[in-house]
């Protein structure tokens, strides 16, 4: 006997679209060589020395995370800001969407105050303003759809809370429209003011340059806004 008629052969969900560079972070290769990598990339990038240690100043004072509160580390990788967040006496949901990364991560940093989770930020079952802060240390600029995934932060973060950004701005050069052509990598290098609309209810707390790489201090100030679509 037949059973109810179904609209598709294939009921399998179509897996999610993946930029070249998220891809590329599914390699254990890639979780491998990471950590030395980003040992170095912001010094790369900024163009003058700026190492781990000036980066974690840097957030500490501009975030002030508070002993217990509980923070998301989107994007993960091999978990930096998820270690220094616990550190800090944070509880720590640390989220990237490769295993690889994130096996490596735990690896690195196995600190009872981190969980860590494979899942998409731009689409994930997270509970609405749940979280005190967010860290996004350069997923902004791997992430397939940014618009979408910066819609997933603001949702999941609670009235009052923070987020801090770090990324690779635009610069109109070569190399990254290089980057940004599909094949290469499908990298978005976002410009400062349109990050800024992609987070309506939240506010620019602080903002600093420094040759390529931005980083943001957002706060939230109202409720109830953001539905990740
Ligand atoms: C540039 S690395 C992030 C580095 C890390 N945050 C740090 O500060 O060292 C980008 C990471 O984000 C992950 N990723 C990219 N898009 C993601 C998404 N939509 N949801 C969760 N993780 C994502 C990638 O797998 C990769 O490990």
Redesign the pocket.
């Known amino acids: 006997m037949d059973g109810p008629a179904q609209r598709k052969e294939n009921l399998n969900l179509p897996a999610p679209a993946m930029t070249v560079a998220?891809r590329s972070?599914l390699s254990p290769m890639t979780a491998r060589a990471y950590t030395a990598w980003?040992r170095r990339s912001l010094s790369l990038l900024a163009g003058q020395p700026f190492d781990l240690a000036r980066e974690e100043r840097l957030f500490l004072t501009q975030c002030a995370p508070q002993r217990g509160g509980w923070w998301l580390?989107?994007?993960?990788?091999?978990g930096?800001?998820a270690e220094v967040l616990a550190r800090a006496g944070c509880r720590v949901l640390a989220?990237?969407?490769?295993p690889a990364?994130l096996a490596e991560a735990a690896r690195q940093h196995p600190h009872p105050g981190i969980d860590w989770a494979a899942?998409?930020?731009?689409d994930s079952a997270l509970p609405d303003a749940s979280f005190d802060g967010v860290t996004v240390?350069?997923?902004l600029?791997?992430?397939?759809d940014p618009a979408r995934?910066l819609r997933g932060v603001a949702r999941v973060l609670r009235p009052g809370g923070q987020v801090w950004l770090?990324y690779l701005r635009r610069t109109g050069g070569p190399v990254q429209g290089v980057l940004a052509h599909p094949a290469a990598g499908g990298l978005t290098f976002p410009d400062p003011a349109w990050v800024a609309r992609q987070l309506p209810g939240l506010h620019l707390a602080h903002g600093l340059t420094v040759g390529a790489v931005r980083f943001e201090r957002h706060v939230k100030t109202t409720a109830g806004r953001h539905t990740a679509s």
């Not at 989220?95 to 490769?98: I, Q, Y």
């Open positions: 998220q972070n980003r580390d989107a994007g993960t990788s091999t930096f800001y989220a990237d969407l490769s990364m899942l998409n930020v731009e240390g350069a997923t600029n791997e992430t397939h995934f770090m």
